[in-house]
């Protein structure tokens, strides 16, 4: 199956086309199969809907060409592989699809910028990581993006283990219980047997410090004595992010995957519950700031440093060409410009002036006005 570009690098080039007409044509689709018919039905309808707005609001020709990009983009694609949403994403410049691995909002614009909380959702929660699949036999590596997961084949990985040594058992006795001879020849083979193991994950885990040139977080897959010994001798033992306990050598390849994306989440998750007990503790500091309105002037004032955001926390706001670093949640009896969501336009402030936003739940930040900044000062 074909991949997405690299979002990242999509919403370096979406922001990139603020000040010209953008087309954002988004709609949720299916993954079953017998649900999916009717999705190439609500594209087409969305994409009359779009033509339709673009008619009304820009000059013929303008509107003609546009309308030929996004025909041609829609053409390609691929149907029978969707997940559980799409995005359109047109300009004069550019034309750029992608899917999106969670629930989404219909969504049709055409306007000076494009709707990109979609998209940047995706780039947070597309954090690489890696997974180390672990049995006495056999180490593998795989790379992971969300639920997609791709086994790492080369000169180190899958580690193999190959065990040359002969035990000289002893003379038979009645049985083990009453031979103690036996009884120390089982106590002797197993504790070498384990010296043996945590050598070969010894060797595994050298092998993976070639992969660790970044903090990339590891799940580790496996039965409970393994994962001991290896979280034993590790050398990244920091860098785990969950664990997997089981046998999973011949388990189903995209349900193996899905586990470890669950892991996964749950640990992006974690990291946002940390941020936001960072955020009371800079509180008092006065570096952390809470209500749409304060953490606008911090915004425009430069000083965003870290932003959570609920996922779907929308709010429309008001300025004045007078005073830009204000926003007011009403309109002004005065000539103002009115923003359908201040929210959107708080997070590209943020990420145009070198701050990162991360999104926490609908309702995680409800005690904070949904929103939270931590400054750089």
């Known amino acids: 199956m074909k991949k997405d570009k690299l979002v990242g690098e999509d919403l370096v080039t979406l922001q990139s086309q603020r000040g010209n007409v ?40 303008e509107a003609r060409n546009l309308r030929k990009k996004l025909n041609e983009l829609e053409a390609t694609i691929d149907y029978d592989h969707n997940l559980d949403g799409i995005g359109l994403f047109v300009s004069n410049d550019t034309a750029i699809k992608t899917r999106f691995p969670f629930q989404v909002t219909k969504k049709i614009v055409v306007g000076p910028d494009f709707e990109i909380r979609d998209l940047l959702y995706k780039t947070n929660i597309s954090q690489p990581y890696y997974v180390l699949k672990l049995s006495e036999n056999r180490v593998s590596l795989y790379s992971g993006t969300i639920d997609e997961l791709n086994e790492i084949h080369g000169g180190d990985f899958p580690d193999d283990f ?66 001991a010994w290896y979280e034993e001798i590790t050398s990244f033992r920091k860098h785990i992010a969950g664990r997997i306990q089981g046998n999973y ?85 005065t000539e103002h410009v009115t923003m359908p969501d201040a929210i959107d336009e708080i997070i590209e402030m943020t990420l145009d002036k070198g701050g990162e936003v991360f999104f926490a739940d609908n309702g995680q930040l409800s005690e904070f006005g949904g929103m939270i900044l931590i400054t750089r000062y």
């Open 249 to 333: 050598e011949h388990t189903n390849h995209a349900e193996f995957a899905r586990k470890c994306w669950a892991v996964m989440e749950a640990y992006l998750k974690e990291e946002v519950n940390r941020l936001i007990s960072d955020f009371r503790e800079k509180v008092g500091s006065g570096r952390g700031v809470s209500g749409v309105q304060e953490i606008w002037t911090s915004v425009s004032e430069g000083k965003g440093m870290k932003l959570v955001v609920e996922k779907d926390f929308k709010l429309p706001g008001f300025t004045t060409a007078e005073n830009e670093q204000f926003l007011t949640l009403r309109p002004t009896k």
């Open 162 to 227: 190959y065990d040359d040594r002969e035990y000289s058992t002893p003379g038979r006795g009645s049985s083990t219980q009453g031979n103690p001879q036996m009884r120390s020849f089982e106590h002797d083979k197993s504790a070498i047997e384990t010296i043996r193991f945590k050598d070969f994950f010894r060797h595994a885990d050298e092998l993976l410090g070639k992969y660790m040139v970044q903090d990339v977080p590891i799940i580790l897959a496996g039965v409970e004595k393994d994962l």
């Open 22 to 61: 953008c087309v954002t044509v988004i709609l949720p689709t299916h993954r079953l199969f017998s649900e999916r018919k009717v999705d190439k039905f609500e594209m087409e309808k969305a994409i009359e809907e779009t033509v339709s707005l673009m008619e009304y609001k820009l000059p013929e020709k």
